[in-house]
């Protein structure tokens, strides 16, 4: 008997410590249950449109952005964002194999990036004038996560290239220095040529590159209206360069170098236009003046396309003299254009071109950092980064912290490394986010048939929709693949008419309302033809970008759980502070 009270004694004590541990293993549970539910509850929050013709935003600071640009100053920025030394070296790189074909390319490319621009333009003038683009955008027409994300793609693209084409414009003024004979070879390297490599080539040292990264974050920090001064004269004269290549370029030009036009086939010609796209990117910066520009509703959109086809015009331009100077075959790699007009006894016009990549590069690179900077106060207004980057310094009316973190990062990466080595990992951002903003539009357009209202996110209408947008983008990156693998072409028509029946339901099953301001056309087919080229490029990216793009996805996740969702404010940006305007406005 006694055995067995004992053994009773030890069994009960078993079994309270057995519910003691499904206690604490059910509290666990709950907590993590708990805690993944907060999680998604924060994450698939999302900010209310309000409408375009709010004035008021908040700053933490009590100052806000000063209203100056004007259509103008817009155009000039978009021209300025896009056009660098790309148009003196990508030309002839994609001629060499598209011959004169070229052309094409670029017209294919820029006819894409039109589409893109619509909807940016749609999006522009539908909603109030506040900083975020993208970012804003998508805030709106989905979730606060899938923002973040959009975030984090477009600022690493936005970093490291900063300070890829910060190298170049040392490179490039170290060049029009050595034209002074007792600075010819005299300069060393680490300067501003390539840079001083260590640890087998991990670390590049640049002197240069942070120098003039350090003076362009000064001359924003100034004043916007300071920094569109310059940016307006550099793009202006980096223009009148290209005008005056192409015209004097013109009487050299020899019609029977145009043929054949296309000599190997048009595979080479559409491969030309997935790699020129890139070139046209940068009229999506104009978006991210909104707070800043005088009549933004009417203006951002007449900006964001008249920037893109003054660039588009010149590309062209500037392929039917190249191609037709110099037979395609004799094109050299790394300055085509210069050792053409070399070739012809015009070199000072090789040595106006690097005047003019210096002035290409120096407004990309201007326009680049104040896009991120805007972004940066887009978030920390928002509550998704630190408070800090939300300030606006009263007297200067810019984002000073925002923009000096902007400069710091910039010039680590170009000062240490060799970040030309990244540029492959580069433009998955500028994709991603054109993609999710022509899903923007479609979903911000959808009306409910019954109740007369815009769809609620979550019900079934709504989540068919974005299923059907979901088809589609996944049909673009599958025809991709199959056109990087040289798969049956019988593929890629199979993918591109799977994505036709998604964009027929799409247009069949929902009804779409007007925007206020300017209309994008042919919703949702248009916007839909967006994704699919947009996601078809994608799937030309080296295989490392598809790699840097779950990485930093996953990044960005993590940095969301932990900060952005205990702090975030949806309603951030929409509040409370009244636009300054321009003295000179004030004075009418």
């Known amino acids: 008997m006694h055995r067995v009270s004992i053994n009773s004694s030890v069994e009960g004590e078993s079994v309270r410590e057995m519910g003691v541990e499904e206690k604490q293993n059910q509290s666990s549970s709950s907590s993590s249950t708990s805690a993944l539910s907060n999680f998604w509850s924060s994450a698939l929050r999302a900010k209310p449109l309000s409408s375009p013709s709010e004035t008021q935003v908040r700053s933490l600071s009590g100052e806000a952005l000063i209203r100056r640009l004007t259509l103008f100053d817009l155009i000039l920025l978009g021209v300025g964002a896009s056009i660098g030394a790309g148009i003196f070296v990508v030309t002839g790189t994609v001629a060499r194999d598209a011959g004169p074909g070229v052309t094409i390319s670029f017209i294919l490319a820029g006819a894409s990036c039109v589409l893109n621009a619509l909807c940016y333009a749609e999006l522009a003038s539908s909603f109030p004038a506040v900083v975020g683009g993208a970012y804003l955008y998508t805030y709106t027409a989905f979730n606060e996560l899938t923002a973040f994300l959009v975030f984090g793609q477009l600022m690493l693209d936005y970093h490291i290239g900063a300070a890829s084409i910060a190298r170049s ?40 590159a942070p120098i003039l990264l350090a003076l362009l974050t000064l001359i924003l920090c100034w004043g916007v209206g300071e920094s569109s001064a310059i940016n307006s004269f550099m793009t202006v004269t980096k223009v009148v360069i290209v005008l005056i290549v192409v015209f004097v370029g013109s009487f050299s030009v020899d019609i029977s170098n145009w043929s054949p036009f296309a000599p190997n086939g048009f595979g080479p010609v559409l491969t030309g236009a997935t790699v ?48 037709g100077m110099v037979p395609y075959q004799l094109l050299g790699e790394d300055a085509p254009l210069a050792e053409a007009f070399t070739s012809k006894g015009l070199k000072y016009i090789s040595i106006l071109i690097s005047v003019g990549a210096v002035a290409g590069l120096t407004t990309t690179l201007l326009v680049g950092l104040y896009v991120q900077s805007r972004l940066y106060l887009g978030l920390g207004r928002d509550g998704l980064l630190p408070s800090i980057f939300a300030e606006v310094n009263p007297t200067h009316h810019t984002p000073i912290h925002s923009q000096v973190w902007v400069g710091i990062v910039a010039s680590v990466l170009a000062g240490l490394f060799n970040v030309h080595v990244l540029s492959h990992i580069l433009s998955v951002g500028s994709l991603t986010g054109y993609s999710v903003v022509a899903a923007c539009v479609v ?40 056109y990087r693998l040289n798969v049956s072409y019988i593929f890629m028509l199979v993918a591109a008419l799977v994505a036709a029946l998604a964009s027929a339901a799409l247009y069949r099953h929902q009804v779409y309302v007007e925007p206020p301001g300017f209309s994008c056309p042919g919703v949702p087919i248009v916007p839909a033809i967006c994704i699919f080229v947009n996601i078809f490029l994608f799937a030309q990216l080296h295989y490392e970008a598809w790699i840097r793009f779950v990485v930093l996805s996953i990044i960005s996740v993590g940095i969301y759980a932990f900060y952005g969702q205990f702090h975030a404010d949806p309603l951030g940006s929409t509040s409370t502070i009244i636009y300054h305007r321009a003295h000179s406005e004030e004075a009418h």
């Open 443 to 482: 979903t911000l357009r959808w009306k409910d048939k019954t109740a007369n209202q815009v769809y609620q996110r979550g019900t079934s209408k709504w989540r068919e929709g974005v299923v059907c947008l979901i088809i589609v983008a996944f049909c673009g990156l599958g025809a991709g693949l199959f």
């Open 169 to 208: 414009l040392a490179s490039y003024v170290v060049t029009i220095l050595e034209l002074l004979p007792f600075l010819k070879e005299n300069i060393p390297g680490w300067i501003g040529h390539g840079g001083e490599e260590y640890f087998g080539g991990v670390i590049s040292i640049n002197v240069l």
């Open 276 to 323: 020129v796209f890139f070139a046209y990117v940068g009229f999506d910066a104009v978006a991210n003046t909104a707070e800043e520009s005088k009549r933004p509703q009417r203006d951002l959109p007449i900006g964001i396309l008249g920037s893109l086809l003054i660039c588009a015009a010149l590309y062209v331009a500037v392929c039917l003299v190249l191609t």
